[in-house]
């Protein structure tokens, strides 16, 4: 049974950083792709960007490019969401997924079967 759980989350001023971990068990294959999303109130859930585990190749999407880096540590099957320049459109809720296919794989939530529980994000202006 696939298992993803997120941590790190908080609250930070706009300008600053936080690191998100999503750790990953029960997986089938040594490569997955693992994406990470988004979902504040109101709002629908948004694809932030992905990691090909095998080869560690990422896709970004256009809101979080230049400011966001995806990143694992395979010894420990940990993904990592590393977020800078944080700004108060990206308080949301975020979560780790995985999709099982094969890269590349775009951050469309509807690819991706096991989720994680979230971790809450709060950037204050």
């Known amino acids: 049974q696939v298992m993803l759980a997120e941590s790190g989350g908080g609250t930070v001023e706009a300008g600053g950083s936080l690191r998100l971990s999503c750790v990953a068990s029960g997986l089938a294959y040594s490569s997955n792709c693992i994406g990470w999303f988004r979902q504040a109130p109101g709002k629908e859930r948004e694809g932030v960007g992905t990691?090909?585990?095998?080869?560690?190749?990422?896709y970004y999407a256009d809101s979080v490019q230049g400011r966001f880096i995806i990143s694992q540590d395979k010894a420990k099957n940990t993904v990592y969401l590393e977020m800078n320049s944080l700004k108060p459109e990206d308080t949301a809720m975020y979560y780790c997924a995985i999709y099982e296919g094969t890269w590349p794989c775009n951050p469309t939530p509807r690819d991706f079967g096991d989720w994680g529980q979230g971790t809450q994000v709060s950037v204050s202006s």
């Open positions: 990691i090909w585990t095998g080869s560690g190749s990422t």
